[in-house]
């Protein structure tokens, strides 16, 4: 039977220090890396021995923590460091994992710039030197640095995992309901399409099944900050917006994916740029991101109802944001309100 799992800040198994850094950064939902299969204590073969920041086991129980060749008979395990994701070894190590062995996990992430790493699918796939594939780890993001992406990918992963970063700054579900910032962003529908063509077949650089995969998807952010103030039902809209970014999920499950996260969205109502216009402005845009947050937690309940083997996570970063937001100095903030590249900036 398919389970609802609602996340929550009690859930977030990493230090403290870590929501120090920026508010982008601070999505670190470890929990939902728990779906997948992992490894614990001293690794075994295949299992992860190290990578960026990596603080669990460096030793495996049969001497090999890294892939081999195709023939699994000779040892690549590093000379000099422990780390695969930042070391020079002196014996060559394979950029993918070996087809069939489904040691590796893989996640196919959706999404805008609160995501993105800008991943090119067009580029060098993920793979032992760098779990993103492309740009070098820890990628393009907002924050400067690694995002929550980054950070689930290669220091709180349990396992082996490469991840799929289609997010694409700016992006909208759909660019024909709401525009984007400019015409080249990709929507969640291109994003979507861009999966669907390129490895969504499992092709034997990507051997991803659906028990060793997850799919994420935030979006909404700049649905809702480009047209919450138009005129006309806002309801009504969230559900025309919600129509079709759930058929794009039900093309993903369709493709074999069965296990999904789901973020809502934020209390970009309290941003800067959003304190700098009127309350009845902020008022309005907060009403509209309720709205679309209650219904969008409808329809993962009846997506999952509607489809077998699912398994589904709701993480509500705006119930998250806004702890942090009412209590910005317990966690390493300056305020509540202050924006730029510092680390004690909330906003950036």
């Known amino acids: 039977m398919a389970l609802l799992h609602l996340l929550s800040f009690s859930d977030l198994k990493v230090p403290l220090n870590l929501f120090r850094l920026k508010m982008k950064r601070a999505s670190l939902i ?33 001497g090999q923590c890294l892939p081999g060749a195709a023939s699994s008979t000779t040892s690549t395990k590093p000379t000099t460091t422990s780390n695969p994701l930042t070391s020079t070894t002196q014996t060559p190590t394979p950029t993918t994992i070996p087809s069939g062995t489904g040691k590796a996990n893989y996640w196919f992430g959706f999404g805008d710039s609160y995501s993105q790493t800008q991943f090119n699918i067009s580029g060098p796939l993920p793979n032992l030197s760098n779990p993103i594939g492309n740009p070098p780890f820890p990628g393009y993001s907002a924050t400067g640095g690694a995002n929550w992406v980054g950070y689930l990918t290669a220091t709180y992963n349990n ?47 990507t051997p991803w099944t659906s028990a060793n995969s997850l799919f994420s998807v935030w979006i909404g952010v700049n649905d809702i900050g480009n047209s919450y103030y138009q005129s006309g039902n806002r309801s009504a809209f969230a559900e025309t917006l919600l129509d079709n970014y759930f058929s794009l999920v039900q093309k993903l499950y369709n493709a074999g994916g069965r296990n999904f996260l789901f973020a809502n969205v934020p209390p970009i109502d309290r941003s800067p740029l959003m304190l700098a216009q009127s309350t009845d402005a902020q008022a309005l845009e907060k009403s509209v991101i309720a709205d679309f947050n209650t ?19 709701f993480w509500d970063s705006n119930a998250q944001f806004t702890t942090m937001l009412n209590n910005p100095t317990a966690y390493g903030f300056a305020d509540a309100t202050s924006y730029g590249s510092a680390a004690t900036d909330f906003w950036g």
């Open 159 to 205: 396992s082996l995992l490469f991840t799929y970063n289609y997010a694409y700054g700016g992006a909208t579900i759909n660019a024909s309901l709401v525009a984007p910032y400019e015409p080249t962003v990709l929507s969640l529908g291109d994003q979507v399409n861009q999966f669907l063509t390129t490895v969504a077949n499992k092709p034997p650089s």
């Open 30 to 62: 470890t929990a939902l890396i728990g779906i997948l299969p992992y490894a614990a204590a001293q690794q075994t073969l295949w299992g992860q021995c190290g990578g960026i920041n990596w603080t669990g086991p460096t030793t495996c129980a049969s």
């Open 295 to 313: 219904r969008l937690l409808s329809r993962v309940q009846s997506f999952q109802s509607a489809n077998s083997g699912v398994k589904t996570f």
